[in-house]
């Protein structure tokens, strides 16, 4: 079955205090792997899709890279409105566009 | 606004009950979903329609009943509720049924069962 584990469950940053947090992932062909952010209160909102090893993307201060077992989700110079849980989710050739979300990464980043 | 809407936000009811939420995409996609979140906030699919037809659903027991009337909606009927069905219900759509095409989340719709 595929699983995926996110790590770390949380982390707190000082603001400027860069990090990474880590999705390690097993599917039978991965389709694609997803980023989401989520806010309380608030459904997850798509940031990255990456679809093979070595790819990478980046959106403002957050850059996705994928290789065969992990993504990364780098977070450089945080703000505080970076704050968030980070959910990543893969999705498999068979799954017909099911997501098999992680727990996330609950982001705090203080002034 | 283009998005994905539900309703009501929150629903708080008593066990036994039943109720529904609904779910709208002005987004023009064929496939929407249905998921639940956990008090973990752990996200696990339960059903997927595309074009208004079943295609997923995971093992999810029979008193919850999706509808879609038309691909823009995409509703949740659930019977008899039970105390460990609170939890925060999020309708999602996608351009195409298992395609590379993200998934566009609704804001959820926190169910309380008393």
């Known amino acids: 079955e595929d699983q995926v584990t996110q790590s770390p469950e949380a982390l707190r940053l000082q603001e400027g205090e860069s990090s990474s947090l880590n999705c390690s992932y097993t599917?039978?062909?991965?389709?694609?792997l997803f980023w989401y952010r989520q806010d309380p209160g608030k459904g997850p909102e798509f940031l990255f899709t990456?679809?093979?090893a070595g790819e990478e993307k980046e959106k403002e201060r957050l850059k996705a890279t994928l290789t065969k077992k992990e993504s990364f989700l780098h977070i450089t110079a945080p703000k505080p409105e970076d704050s968030a849980t980070y959910l990543c989710a893969v999705q498999a050739f068979d799954s017909w566009g099911k997501l098999q979300f992680g727990a996330g990464t609950q982001v705090v980043v203080t002034p | 606004d283009t998005a994905v809407s539900q309703t009501p936000k929150y629903l708080v009811t008593q066990m036994g009950n039943d109720k529904s939420i609904k779910c709208e995409q002005n987004l023009g996609h064929d496939t929407m979903y249905w998921y639940k979140q956990d008090s973990k906030k752990f996200l696990k699919i339960m059903f997927s329609y595309n074009n208004k037809e079943l295609i997923i659903n995971e093992t999810v027991p029979n008193r919850f009943s999706p509808k879609s009337p038309d691909k823009a909606h995409l509703n949740l009927h659930i019977n008899s509720l039970e105390l460990g069905d609170s939890a925060v219900y999020f309708c999602?759509?996608?351009?195409?049924?298992?395609?590379?095409?993200?998934?566009?989340f609704g804001p959820g719709t926190r169910l309380t069962v008393l």
């Open positions: 999602a759509s996608s351009q195409e049924l298992a395609s590379y095409n993200e998934q566009f």
């Open positions: 990456l679809y093979s």
């Open positions: 599917v039978s062909g991965l389709r694609g």
